[in-house]
């Protein structure tokens, strides 16, 4: 268990102050909608995209396996749809003959088959109030999957409001202080792979195929882009999600529990906060300058991962992540021109 705190750098102290000081400027900021949060819970009516995955109700549901994992029979199980992308894994929840009610997160591929098991190492060596109660897993070699608690009850954004970001702020930077187990690797050594300009800069049609600028803006911007995103700050010593968005998080007694494991990383914490601003932007809440300001290289580097992607064919597992990447990108542009003073898209 790994709950023993690391210094506080001075990134995460700026951080904390955003949040001190209350200095969202949330007034132009509109909530989307006024539908219950609940009722809405897999789906995101106002989102210009759609990110509902359907459950799948012809999958069978491994009661004996889940059994082993929570030490007492079940009652009764359903399978959920989800708000992420993929669909390489199957989504349930179940009621314990205890009383108990969990949530389980089933491989259904190879691939999700080691995501889960990535996970696992987060879920077993960490703990803190930003983290769901895991009550184990279970990996035979032909059934994998994991156990949480049934976070139903919770609040899941958006609409976002000021204490929900807040929340969100707060509880990643406690999660920044947590030492990180020693099997996750650094941020840093997957640059190439981040922050994507380079591989722009050696095939830039898929990016232009997107509309999201023009060749002339993308030749007279791509070496300030270029330099911008190598200079970006990847490297550091605090725990990362590298996937914070709110399909990713949910919110609970003022506080943000994080889930989704399998990329974590060890680096800059203001990277996952700045990975994180586009979707909350796309989703109601403030522009991200506002949250992080003075972030040009890390905005860059931000919207080198998501331009890189947009223009490219979606894997077969998340058929619609291309559309929302390609969402992603269109803020985390504007944010990079406007930082850096690059032409206007």
Not at 86 to 108: E, N, P, Q
Not at 174 to 183: A, D, Q, S
Not at 297 to 321: D, I, K, N, Q, Y
């Amino acid at each position: 268990m790994r709950d023993r705190l690391a210094p506080r750098s001075a990134v995460a102290r700026r951080r904390a102050a955003f949040v001190e000081r209350r200095s969202l400027n949330l007034a132009s900021f509109a909530l989307a909608s006024t539908i219950s949060c609940l009722k809405n819970r897999f789906r995101r009516a106002d989102a210009p995209y759609d990110r509902l995955v359907e459950a799948g109700l012809d999958m069978r549901f491994p009661s004996s396996a889940v059994a082993e994992v929570v030490g007492a029979a079940l009652v009764e199980w359903e399978a959920v749809a989800t708000r992420g992308y993929a669909r390489s894994c199957a989504h349930w929840r179940a009621r314990v003959a205890d009383g108990r009610r969990v949530f389980i997160k089933h491989a259904l591929t190879p691939t999700a088959v080691e995501w889960l098991r990535a996970e696992r190492v987060i879920y077993e060596a960490v703990r803190g109030p930003f983290m769901p109660s895991f009550f184990g897993a279970y990996d035979d070699g032909k059934v994998a999957l994991i156990v949480l608690e049934d976070l139903s009850d919770a609040e899941w954004p958006p609409p976002w409001s000021r204490s929900g970001i807040e929340s969100v702020l707060t509880s990643l930077d406690g999660l920044h202080r947590t030492v990180p187990p020693k099997e996750i690797d650094k941020l840093d050594a997957i640059r190439s792979v981040v922050v994507g300009w380079p591989d722009i800069a050696a095939d830039p049609e898929p990016l232009l195929s997107t509309g999201l600028c023009a060749p002339m803006w993308l030749e007279e911007a791509l070496p300030a882009l270029l330099q911008a995103s190598e200079s970006a700050r990847l490297d550091g010593g605090e725990l990362l999600p590298f996937d914070v968005r709110s399909d990713n998080l949910c919110l609970r007694d003022g506080r943000a529990l994080f889930f989704d494991w399998n990329l974590a990383r060890v680096g800059n914490g203001d990277f996952d906060v700045a990975f994180w601003l586009p979707s909350l932007a796309l989703e109601g809440g403030p522009p991200p300058w506002e949250v992080l300001p003075d972030a040009g290289l890390l905005a860059a580097a931000v919207a080198g991962f998501f331009a890189v992607r947009a223009g490219l064919p979606p894997p077969p597992t998340a058929p619609t992540v291309r559309d929302f990447q390609r969402a992603q990108a269109e803020v985390a542009l504007a944010w990079t021109a406007r930082e850096l003073e690059l032409p206007a898209l």
